[in-house]
């Protein structure tokens, strides 16, 4: 079995190659989200500016290196995996008028939810600008997850408010709609340079289970009082309805638990009062650290994923990020 351990400090990205790979990265985005109106410039520019992990990028990447590719389709393709990335969340932060995101103002918080869905909306057709260029098998691949993250994303929707949601189906929701952006880096960088198929099943097996254990972390740190600053509004789900894995085995527990959070949960109305409840009745229970558990779990299976390629910086860049996303609840 193997054992996670942390990184060695934040830096997880361990492979030279892939650093000097990813230099030209922000030009080519900052290209990408020129537009000729100043106003949808500016919209669209808003996340990029702040910078991010570009995480799918060096995920590309790194998988490339399993093969060979020239650097300009890379590029191209990292750029396009992140604006995809950029626009979801514009996406994202409209359906849940989010008013914050990283630390800063949402697009839909400054300039209304029509402009910031058009900028996400701008955004993701310069993604797919960029995407047919590499010929016609990436963009069909590419086509194809964001076809799931679309129907996982309308899935979130429709189970708003809905208590009820089997474990299972909520952790299909996950797959659909952030696993996917994890696997298809992974998967379009063997493609882009016809890595071996053993190599190509590896990496993309270990960018799904990589994207659900980011995925079930992230939500628990995203409770209140589990000190992260992750820039979001505190209770924004919880009002809009869309609950994590955490709160959902809370609502399961019984007790005078379960029923207090089945009564305040399922509504539109809670007040800021109410939402402090929901997370101090869920940080009773354990639920948020089996949730940890299951994400432990899914990074494991990411790293048994990774032991049919060959060692070396690459190998163990991945290493460290699988490892990397359950140290930060530490």
């Known amino acids: ?25 922000d030009a080519v985005l900052r290209e990408a989200a020129t537009a000729d109106d100043p106003l949808l410039r500016m919209m669209a520019g808003h996340l990029l500016r702040r910078g991010g992990k570009r995480l799918r990028p060096a995920l590309l990447v790194l998988s490339a290196s399993y ?30 008028r989010a008013p914050t995101r990283r630390d800063g103002t949402t697009v839909n918080a400054r300039w209304g939810d029509e402009l910031a869905a058009l900028a996400g909306t701008y955004l993701f057709a310069q993604a797919s600008r960029l995407l047919v260029t590499l010929g016609d098998e990436p963009n069909r691949v590419a086509a194809e997850a964001f076809l799931d993250v679309c ?10 408010y809905n208590t009820d949601l089997a474990e299972a189906e909520h952790l299909r929701i996950l797959a659909r709609k ?5 696997e298809l880096p992974c998967r379009l960088g063997t493609l882009l340079s016809q890595a071996p ?9 270990y960018g799904r289970s990589l994207g659900l254990a980011f995925q079930l972390t992230d939500d628990v740190l995203d409770l209140p009082g589990r000190g992260r600053g992750s ?3 505190t ?22 638990v379960g029923a207090r959070l089945t009564a305040l949960l399922g509504r ?26 299951l994400a432990r779990s899914h990074a494991t299976e990411a790293l048994a994923a990774l032991r049919a390629l060959p060692g070396g910086p690459a190998r163990e860049s991945l290493e460290n990020l699988a490892r990397h996303v359950l140290t930060r609840s530490r």
């Open 1 to 25: 079995m193997t054992t996670l351990r942390p990184p060695a400090g934040e830096d997880w990205l361990a492979c030279p190659r892939t650093r000097a790979a990813l230099t030209g990265l």
């Open 67 to 96: 093969g060979t590719c020239r650097r300009a389709p890379l590029l191209r393709a990292a750029a396009a995996l992140e604006l995809v990335h950029i626009a979801s969340l514009y996406h994202d932060d409209v359906m849940d």
């Open 151 to 160: 129907g996982g994303q309308l899935q979130e929707a429709e189970n708003a």
């Open 178 to 182: 952030t696993a996917t952006l994890f």
């Open 197 to 205: 198929p053993d190599h190509a099943h590896a990496l993309r097996s």
């Open 231 to 233: 820039g979001k509004s």
């Open 235 to 256: 209770g924004t789900d919880v009002r809009e309805g869309v609950y994590c894995l955490a709160v959902l085995r809370a609502v399961r527990t019984g007790g005078d």
């Open 268 to 293: 539109e109305d809670m007040t800021a009062e109410q939402v402090a409840e929901v997370y101090r009745l869920v940080e009773s229970t354990d639920a948020g650290p089996t949730v940890l558990d």
